[in-house]
C-alpha cells in the first residue's frame, strides 16, 4: 500500500542520513561539526525549490483533472526553466565561491576546507535536485505518487553503499561525490519518467 511505501522512504532516508553521518563522523570531530552545518547551508538552497514542488503538484492535479494535458506539459517545462535557472545559480556559487560562503560559517582551517570540499561537490548535483524536487511535485499531482517513493527509495538506499565504496577509495570526498551522483542520477531519472507518462497519455489520447 502507499502507506506503506512512505513509511518505508522515510525509513530509508532517515537511516541514509545516520549511516552517512556515520561515516562522517568516522573523520573527526571538527569534519562532523562542519558536515552538519554545510548540510545547513544546502538545505537553505533547495527549500524554497521544495515548497515550490508542494506547490506546483497542485497546478498540476487540477490542469490534470480538467483534462488540459496541454497545460500540464507546458506548466511543467516553465518550472523546469524556473528551478533550473535557480539551480544553476546556486551550483554556480558552490562551485565558484565556496570559501567565501564557508568562512561566513567557520573560522578553524579544517572545518573550512571540509565545507567547500562539500559545497564545491554538491554544487554539481545542485541543478538536477532542484528539477527533482518539482518533477516529483508534478508526478504526484498525476498521482503517481508511489512511484515517487519506488524511485526515491531506490536510489537513495544506493547512497549508503555508494558512499562506503567510494568513501573507502577516495577518502570523504567519496561520501560527498555519492551524495552529489544519487542526486544528478534521481534528477534524470524523474525527469524522463514524468515526460514518459504525459508522452504515454498524449498518445493513448490520440
Keep these: ?10 525509513s530509508v532516508m532517515n537511516l541514509g542520513i545516520l549511516m552517512v553521518q556515520g561515516l562522517v563522523n568516522s573523520f573527526g570531530t571538527v569534519v562532523m561539526a562542519a558536515f552538519a552545518a554545510a548540510v545547513k547551508i544546502d538545505a537553505f538552497a533547495y527549500m524554497p525549490v521544495q515548497d515550490f514542488g508542494n506547490a506546483f503538484s497542485t497546478f498540476i492535479a487540477q490542469n490534470y483533472g480538467a483534462g488540459k494535458n496541454d497545460r500540464v506539459r507546458k506548466g511543467y517545462k516553465a518550472a523546469l526553466w524556473t528551478v533550473g ?7 554556480l556559487a558552490f562551485i565558484c565561491f565556496p570559501n567565501a ?8 582551517p579544517k572545518a573550512i576546507e571540509t565545507a567547500v570540499g562539500y559545497l564545491v561537490i554538491i554544487g554539481f548535483s545542485e541543478a538536477f535536485m ?21 524511485i526515491s527509495i531506490t536510489f537513495t538506499s544506493a547512497r549508503i553503499p555508494l558512499a562506503i565504496i567510494l568513501g573507502g577509495m577516495i ?20 525527469t524522463c519518467t514524468f515526460l514518459w507518462i504525459t508522452r504515454k497519455r498524449q498518445v493513448n489520447k490520440i
Excluded at 1 to 10: A, D, G, N, W, Y
Excluded at 85 to 91: N, T
Excluded at 130 to 150: D, F, K, N, W, Y
Design 101 to 108: 560562503i564557508a568562512d561566513i560559517f567557520f573560522h578553524e
Design 1 to 10: 500500500s502507499f502507506s506503506m511505501l512512505t513509511c518505508i522512504q522515510q
Design 171 to 190: 577518502g570523504l570526498s567519496g561520501i560527498w561525490w555519492a551524495l552529489s551522483v544519487t542526486s544528478i542520477v534521481k534528477g534524470i531519472i524523474f
Design 130 to 150: 532542484c528539477v527533482e524536487l518539482t518533477t516529483v511535485g508534478a508526478l504526484s499531482g498525476l498521482g503517481r505518487t508511489r512511484l515517487c517513493s519506488i
Design 85 to 91: 535557472v535557480w539551480g544553476v545559480l546556486i551550483s
